[in-house]
């Protein structure tokens, strides 16, 4: 354990605008915890900044953040345990979104609960992009991590020098 000034760095934050940013025209992007810190400097608050004004973003937490959507802006926020990934895929499904294209964890950090949130890559695109925080320290995303398979996807961790939970990610290979 190394002490942490700040949950989600501004190089964390950097991290997950490039990725974004750089995904291939993402139509729908889900999020599995959802805005633990001040909105604009939030992992939240960087996807609905940067977010394409026709991609719908999908929010997953055990607490509400209700206040948070906006249909008619294309955000949907569901307050359940990531685990059951049958309730986001029916509103996907709803919404006529076959496809994850970026999907962003930092949900509960066990192991198993890592390894149920990776699980949505089951509707992840051919480009998709996965993020993934905490890599740096928390067992879950740090063993979920060096447990992808480097054969199927690309992996890259960042801001591992100094005093940073990490972040991480992840394509698949083409």
Not at 21 to 49: A, D, W
Not at 137 to 165: N, Q, S
């Amino acid at each position: 354990y190394r002490p942490v000034p700040r949950e989600f760095s501004p190089a964390n934050q950097e991290v997950l605008k490039q990725a974004l940013v750089e995904t291939p025209n993402p139509k729908c992007i889900v999020e599995i915890g959802v805005q633990r810190n001040p909105l604009p400097e939030s992992s939240t608050g960087i996807l609905l900044q940067h977010k394409p004004k026709d991609a719908t973003f999908i929010g997953v937490d055990i607490e509400d953040k209700s206040h948070l959507a906006n249909a008619d802006a294309g955000i949907y926020v569901l307050k359940m345990d990531s685990a059951d990934r049958r309730q986001v895929f029916d509103l996907m499904d709803r919404l006529n979104l076959k496809e994850i294209d970026f999907l962003f964890i930092d949900g509960w950090h066990s192991v198993n609960q890592c390894v149920a949130d990776w699980k949505y890559v089951e509707r992840l695109s051919p480009r998709g992009v996965v993020v993934m925080h905490d890599t740096n320290v928390h067992p879950g995303p740090v063993t979920l991590f060096d447990a992808i398979d480097e054969a199927m996807f690309d992996k890259r961790k960042y801001c591992t020098e100094g005093p940073d939970w990490g972040i991480s990610v992840v394509k698949r290979r083409t």
